[in-house]
């Protein structure tokens, strides 16, 4: 199920940032204490965020957000999607209904805009489920001391 964040997935989203697997790709896990201080008790509503949630529990979110035109690989749109499942989660197909299912809901919401992409080379599984997805390369370039690739979906 995909839905807004609410204040009991403050332990799971705490979870997500400072989880070694889960940011093996993404600059690696933040410190935990940090995030407790960090992270308030009470999420407030962030558009363009969904909680995934499988029998009650959040197993992981995915967001919509503009990237930024100073960082590398900036394409016209500067819409992204990015995701992030806690690791007992993997492999179960979840990413790729939840994904499919955002990319369904924006393109009824904005019909015909186009959505970006990007992850490490490096991440088999994120580069199989970009093609899964149906986005297809526009560009590979060097960022966070690794090979990204950049891709674009047209719904």
């Known amino acids: 199920m995909l839905r807004e964040s609410a204040a009991r997935?403050?332990?799971a989203f705490i979870e997500l940032f400072a989880s070694p697997e889960v940011g093996t790709y993404i600059g690696g896990p933040r410190p935990r204490d940090e995030l407790?201080?960090?992270?308030?008790?009470?999420?407030?509503?962030?558009?363009?965020?969904?909680?995934i949630e499988l029998?009650?529990?959040?197993i992981g979110m995915i967001t919509l957000d503009r990237?930024?035109?100073?960082?590398p690989g900036?394409?016209?749109?500067d819409a992204e999607l990015g995701y992030m499942f806690l690791?007992?989660?993997?492999?179960?197909?979840?990413?790729?209904?939840?994904?499919a299912a955002v990319l369904d809901w924006f393109a009824d919401v904005l019909p015909g805009e186009p959505l970006t992409l990007c992850t490490q080379t490096a991440n088999d599984r994120a580069m199989r489920l970009a093609a899964k997805l149906g986005f297809t390369e526009v560009d590979r370039f060097e960022?966070?001391?690794?090979?990204?690739?950049?891709?674009?979906w047209s719904g």
């Open 9 to 11: 997935d403050r332990a």
């Open 36 to 51: 407790e201080r960090a992270m308030p008790d009470v999420s407030g509503r962030r558009p363009g965020l969904f909680v």
């Open 55 to 58: 029998d009650g529990a959040m």
């Open 67 to 71: 990237r930024a035109i100073a960082r």
């Open 74 to 77: 900036h394409v016209r749109p």
């Open 87 to 99: 690791p007992e989660a993997w492999g179960h197909g979840y990413a790729a209904e939840a994904c």
């Open 143 to 152: 960022e966070y001391g690794a090979e990204q690739w950049l891709g674009l």
